[in-house]
């Protein structure tokens, strides 16, 4: 069964600092996303890709958000200057479209 | 932009059939439904997926609406390790549209 991984599982990190979180997503899938979810509440879009261009953003990412593929097939997500509401889950999803959407199991991030 | 309503919560006795519905009156002809669950904050574990026609798999059922406005997941037997928020995705060429989610509890 393929997956989608993600590193790290969990990170503090310290109020205006940056992070860097991970994922690498099924090799042959087309469409990649990042979400976050912030404990309790809904899951908050950040950005999609479709064949390695970003495809769409939300309203926050570029304020905070930057992702790259530094080797072709990692994601990387940076949050800049971190800030106490940015403590969340973040996932990433890989797919191609009509079929099985593999998210990874997702980066624990607690900002103090 | 897509948008998928649930309701916020649901009760279902064990052994009995829990269906959760889904609204996305705004889905457009080639997007896909997916229904997901999480459990303690996990990653998010696939249930069901489908573009028109009901889908029936080991885990559950899907039945879509002839105007794909609404879908609803059936767990057939819903056991205590259902308990889980549901969560009804409308993939587009763009994002996944993510429902608000149904906070499922299984009891006794």
């Known amino acids: 069964e393929p997956e989608v991984t993600q590193t790290p599982s969990h990170q503090v990190t310290q109020m205006g600092q940056e992070v860097i979180l991970r994922c690498v997503p099924i090799?042959?899938?087309?469409?990649f996303y990042w979400y976050r979810q912030i404990l309790g509440q809904k899951v908050e879009f950040l950005v999609s890709?479709?064949?390695?261009?970003?495809?769409?953003k939300s309203e926050i990412f570029d304020d905070q958000f930057s992702v790259e593929r530094p080797d072709g097939s990692n994601f990387t997500l940076k949050i800049r200057s971190t800030k106490l509401e940015d403590s969340a889950m973040y996932f990433c999803?890989?797919?191609?479209?009509?079929?099985?959407?593999?998210f990874g199991e997702g980066s624990w991030l607690t900002v103090v | 932009d897509a948008k998928t309503t649930q309701p916020p919560s649901m009760d279902c006795a064990e052994g009995r059939a829990a269906n959760l519905p889904c609204n996305h009156s705004t889905i457009s002809g080639n997007e896909y439904v997916y229904w997901y669950r999480q459990i303690h904050s996990q990653g998010p574990q696939y249930i069901i997926h489908g573009l028109k026609n009901n889908e029936t798999n080991e885990m559950a059922s899907l039945i879509i609406t002839e105007d794909r406005k609404s879908s609803t997941l059936i767990l057939p037997h819903a056991t205590l390790r259902d308990t889980a928020v549901y969560y009804c995705?409308?993939?587009?060429?763009?994002?996944?549209?993510f429902g608000t989610g149904t906070r499922l509890q299984v009891f006794p």
């Open positions: 999803a890989s797919t191609n479209l009509g079929n099985t959407i593999y």
């Open positions: 090799s042959n899938h087309l469409y």
């Open positions: 890709f479709y064949n390695n261009e970003i495809s769409e």
């Open positions: 995705i409308v993939a587009t060429t763009d994002k996944l549209i």
